[in-house]
């Protein structure tokens, strides 16, 4: 049967229809209307287009909809859900089932919902399902439509309405006719966009309606029926209801009927609002059907101007180049995340054919006029455009944040995309409970305890560990809003005690995942360099060096850690790259040792669960599934952290903590004011475990009483004699193995690096000897 006569008889038999595209998107405004004689003929006379069924009281029927696609087995999870009479079935294209049941009536809403059930939908109220005598739809049990069994109802039954009569009244309502003009292009619009896309341009275009019509109730309607028919991804009114509330309170950062208009870019939504008098039922064209006019650049000898004017066209177009450390990257989703990948001539002249259409001019043969010829985008533009480092027009992007994070001033990045003013990329929106303005103490106690509880069953040694832990979850979240953020390490004596799972349970928290990126240490340094540079380049919001088996250290790493800005350089090359610094580190190893300056920029918690297996130890919890369950509200309990301690007025509980001044700010003095431990106290344990400092300490306090050397001179009595001191001297620099020959250019070097270096009241100073022009050392008590 055509979809034709399928319409002609439905709506014979008095059913309200609809007219939706082969990818079941509805062509036409459908709340209350129904279609006409000259409605069906145009809608469904020679195109693809299918006939829908709406749902809910108006039909006086609901559906429930069990998928089957990609193994969901929804088929046997709604039939083994309960008793489920014999009724009217239709079987989908897909393999999936539509049965239909009677809408209980009037007081009761069946709201249209997603996985009411796993794999189960149910299509009520708003809703609207493909009826049978389309392609792919046909009926397998003829039987008249039953009731619903009193399980189900309880199931998919709500009193009074879906959540609509919560909707504010509008705020700076419009005119009445400005109102209904608003509510129409908005529908016009919507019309051109699958309401069955990714949760960021729902969210978007939601928001785009709401600014347009002020927040109406009308607007949510037009707004929700759109959503319906976004097939599973639509979660019901009440979910569109309480995103719309959020929007009353929320700056929407220039959100309006612009990105409608960009977001249904290549159809002909912007003819119809230039041509009022097309009525808002006619079809609309899919984007396939009206490409978007691209601009033309002409090709010439003058490259640096064809590169401008491409380079401009890429812009324009939005596609998604940023600059980084002197390359230029794209966000790349993978399975591990999202990350910036260094973009190639190849993406760049694929990305310029999207965006412009490459003319040469010539003349014509015949009649020696000028004629246009469209060529594809020349590779010698695109590595044009690929070498002018320093010169792109492309943002600047400092990182990607895999969540929602604090700007430095305090203000709330709440939606996935560019933050311009950060520079980062949100790379999600996740939903979060309301959070207020100025916390009380007692609410961020009250949150901080949310977040204690997911490390209870992990054997810390001490408080201060404790406290590291739960500053790893609230440091990495609140990154956008830190200059830089001390290394957050994690020890214990034997394997299987937890170091994993607890940056695992922070993951949770900033991903949503059950593990962080990682990398490890490798053999050489050299080789952990190179991966630490490639994941800082990538825009890593986390970095986790695991399983780490030697003492990490380095000029470099320092760096990595405490400077704003990172400078690497480019293996294999003579030069340098710049990026901003806006990740955090984390590592884990069994009895972690740091060296010497990477001590005062490390927090480590220890853990210990004084046991000889502590792999087999039996837990009673699920942190990470937990977390995954409402992630929203770990977030919002960080942030209520946060601003508690600022509404407080930020007392001072603790000495400021030099280069991590921010992060001291942010995450340190909360969570002393809010009674845990100063996680700073770990670093006197990683002092006693520094082998270079244990080194210092050695020779400062075998250091001969009131003499002075210069590094020759000592390497000279470490040769010939043998005692503590020369035996310490043997251990410069740290690591060197005992009895090996020691070198004057390296112990001078360590002598100047360790002069001033306080340890049980003495250092190290030296000074240049004005006749010989060479260093000379002594130990002497400070103060002195």
């Excluded at 008095?14 to 003929?41: C, M, V």
């Excluded at 003319?359 to 985008?377: C, F």
């Excluded at 990495?476 to 005690?497: I, K, N, Q, Y």
């Excluded at 903590?657 to 909360?670: A, H, I, M, T």
Aim: glycine share 8%.
């Amino acid at each position: 049967m055509s979809a034709l006569q399928t319409a002609k008889e439905l709506a014979e038999e008095g059913w309200p229809i609809l007219a939706a595209n082969s990818n079941k998107i509805p062509l036409h405004r459908w709340g209350e209307t129904q279609l006409t004689a000259e409605d069906i003929a145009r809608y469904f006379s020679d195109t693809s287009n299918m006939v829908g069924i709406i749902t809910g009281q108006r039909s006086g029927i609901f559906v429930i909809d069990p998928d089957e696609k990609d193994g969901k087995g929804g088929i046997a999870t709604f039939l083994a859900a309960g008793n489920v009479p014999a009724t009217f079935t239709v079987e989908t294209r897909s393999g999936g089932r539509h049965y239909y049941f009677r809408h209980p009536g009037a007081g009761t809403s069946i709201v249209t919902k997603s996985d009411i059930l796993p794999g189960v939908d149910v299509r009520g109220d708003g809703g609207y399902v493909v009826a049978p005598g389309n392609d792919g739809y046909r009926v397998i049990d003829r039987r008249p439509i039953a009731d619903a069994p009193e399980w189900l109802l309880r199931l998919v039954a709500k009193q009074g309405l879906p959540g609509v009569e919560t909707i504010p009244e509008p705020i700076n309502p419009l005119t009445t006719e400005e109102h209904a003009k608003a509510l129409r292009r908005a529908e016009i619009y919507l019309s051109n966009l699958d309401a069955n896309c990714d949760r960021d341009k729902w969210l978007s275009a939601l928001m785009a309606v709401h600014a347009m019509t002020h927040g109406s109730a009308e607007g949510f309607e037009v707004a929700d029926r759109w959503s319906a028919t976004g097939g599973e991804r639509y979660k019901g009114s009440k979910d569109v209801a309480r995103r719309w509330r959020s929007f009353t309170f929320d700056r929407t950062g220039g959100i309006g009927e612009g990105t409608l208009r960009h977001l249904t870019r290549g159809t002909n939504a912007a003819l119809e609002i230039a041509f009022p008098d097309i009525p808002v039922g006619n079809f609309l064209p899919i984007a396939s059907e009206a490409p978007r006019e691209r601009p033309k650049v002409y090709l010439s000898v003058e490259l640096h101007e064809v590169a401008d004017i491409t380079e401009a066209a890429l812009i324009a177009d939005g596609t998604p180049f940023y600059q980084r450390g002197g390359t230029l990257r794209q966000p790349v989703q993978t399975d591990a995340g999202m990350i910036l990948s260094e973009v190639e001539a190849r993406t760049v002249q694929d990305k310029m054919s999207r965006a412009a259409r490459f003319i040469v001019v010539s003349d014509d043969k015949k009649t020696g006029k000028p004629v246009e010829s469209q060529v594809k985008p020349p590779l010698e533009i695109a590595s044009i455009i690929m070498s002018r480092n320093a010169e792109w027009k492309f943002p600047v992007v400092n990182g990607i944040i895999s969540a929602p994070t604090m700007r430095p001033d305090g203000s709330l990045i709440l939606r996935s995309g560019f933050d311009a003013a950060t520079g980062l990329i949100v790379s999600e929106s996740i939903d979060l409970p309301v959070i207020s303005e100025t916390p009380t103490r007692d609410e961020a106690l009250t949150a901080l305890q949310l977040i204690r509880d997911l490390f209870n069953e992990s054997p810390f040694k001490d408080e201060a560990s404790r406290t590291v832990a739960v500053s790893a979850v609230m440091t990495a979240v609140l990154r956008g809003a830190l200059d830089r953020a001390p290394l957050h390490a994690f020890s214990a004596p034997e394997a299987g005690t937890g170091k994993s799972f607890a940056c695992d349970i922070a993951a949770a928290v900033i991903y949503g995942s059950d593990s962080m990126r990682s990398i490890s240490m490798g053999s050489r340094h050299e080789e952990f360099e190179k991966r630490l540079v490639t994941e800082i380049m990538a825009g890593q919001p986390t970095i986790l060096i695991d399983n780490v088996n030697r003492a990490m250290g380095g000029e470099f790493f320092c760096q990595a850690i405490e400077r704003p800005e990172v400078s690497m350089r480019v293996l294999g090359k003579s030069e340098s790259r710049t990026a901003r610094n806006t990740h955090t580190l984390f590592a884990t190893g069994n009895n972690l040792r740091v060296l010497d300056d990477v001590v005062r920029r490390t927090v480590r918690a220890q853990l210990d669960a004084g046991m000889e297996s502590p792999w087999r130890r039996k837990f009673t919890g699920n942190p990470i599934a937990t977390v995954r369950a409402d992630r929203g509200r770990y977030l919002a309990a960080v942030f209520t952290i946060a601003r508690a301690y600022a509404a407080a007025g930020e007392p001072v509980v603790a000495d400021s903590f030099g280069s991590f001044g921010e992060w001291s700010r942010r995450v340190r003095q909360p969570l002393i004011w809010l009674g845990m431990a100063d996680p700073l106290l770990t670093q006197d344990e990683l002092k006693s475990d520094d082998d270079a400092r244990d080194v210092l300490a050695i020779v400062l306090a075998n250091w001969p009483t009131g003499q002075i050397y210069t590094a020759r001179e000592l390497v000279s009595e470490a040769n010939s004699v043998s005692t503590e001191f020369t035996a310490a001297l043997q251990q410069v620099p740290a690591g060197s193995p005992q009895g090996s020959p020691l070198d004057v250019q390296k112990l001078g070097t360590w002598l100047k690096n360790n002069a001033g270096k306080i340890i049980d009241g003495r250092k190290i100073v030296f000074e240049k000897d004005s006749h010989t022009k060479t260093n000379k050392y002594r130990v002497e008590l400070a103060g002195f």
